[in-house]
């Protein structure tokens, strides 16, 4: 059973840099994706990693994204810059399954609040 | 972009009752379509994916239908752990996976 664990800043500054890292451990890491959820509010896709380096940002958050893998370390990380209030929210990593006929997120990690806030 | 819609937002049920949760695409996605349980304070759980197909481990309570835009979620006959917010997720057409708004069910 595959097992994520967010880490990283709670408190970010307006204008700064959102940096969370995943660590994954339990499986290969395949497909992987970053979802987040402002306080009270729904779940908006960030963007995934697969194929060992291919990726797919959200085009609302494309300009500011980026996911990367450390292979040798089973550790998945995002950078969000410019970051405002409007990305505070509990950020999840999480494993995608996909198929011919089928795309799910799997195992979710716990999740990490970033506050946005000088 | 495909715009997810949910309905109702929320509802009041019982234990016991028959509970049924319509999820609405902005065009086409298949049956690339999935269901997520949220309890407060926890991480999203799937439920059911490619509309209709049972997560391991989850109760047979739960079940998916429809294609093309429309589909349902429905719990046969709601249990005291099942009061959360679910929400319907389409995968057919990325960027972006979208997610619907959410429906909360509560104790009635």
């Known amino acids: 059973q595959v097992q994520l664990q967010e880490s990283g800043p709670g408190l970010v500054r307006p204008s700064g840099t959102l940096s969370l890292n995943c660590d994954v451990s339990?499986?290969?890491?395949?497909?992987w994706t970053w979802v987040r959820q402002p306080p009270g509010r729904g779940l908006e896709w960030i963007g995934e990693?697969?194929?060992?380096?291919?990726?797919n940002y959200s085009p609302s958050l494309k300009s500011r994204t980026s996911i990367s893998l450390d292979k040798a370390k089973n550790l998945l990380s995002l950078r969000l810059t410019s970051v405002t209030a409007a990305d505070t929210a509990v950020y999840y990593c999480?494993?995608?399954?996909?198929?011919?006929?089928?795309?799910?997120?799997?195992?979710w990690g716990q999740g990490t609040l970033v506050t946005v806030s000088s | 972009d495909i715009q997810m819609t949910q309905s109702p937002s929320s509802l009041s049920a019982s234990v016991g009752d028959r509970v049924t949760i319509t999820c609405r695409a902005s065009?086409?996605?298949?049956?690339?379509l999935n269901w997520y349980q949220q309890k407060p304070g926890k991480a999203p759980k799937l439920l059911i994916y490619?509309?209709?197909s049972l997560q391991s481990g989850v109760p047979p309570r739960f079940s998916g239908s429809g294609s093309g835009t429309d589909f349902t979620l429905t719990i046969s006959s709601l249990q005291p752990e099942d009061f959360a917010t679910y929400y319907c997720?389409?995968?057919?057409?990325?960027?972006?996976?979208?997610f619907g708004p959410g429906t909360k069910v509560d104790v009635k």
């Open positions: 999480a494993e995608v399954r996909d198929g011919y006929n089928y795309y799910y997120i799997d195992s």
């Open positions: 339990g499986g290969p890491l395949n497909r």
């Open positions: 990693l697969y194929n060992g380096g291919s990726s």
């Open positions: 065009q086409t996605i298949s049956n690339f």
């Open positions: 490619a509309t209709s």
């Open positions: 997720q389409q995968s057919y057409s990325s960027p972006p996976i979208t």
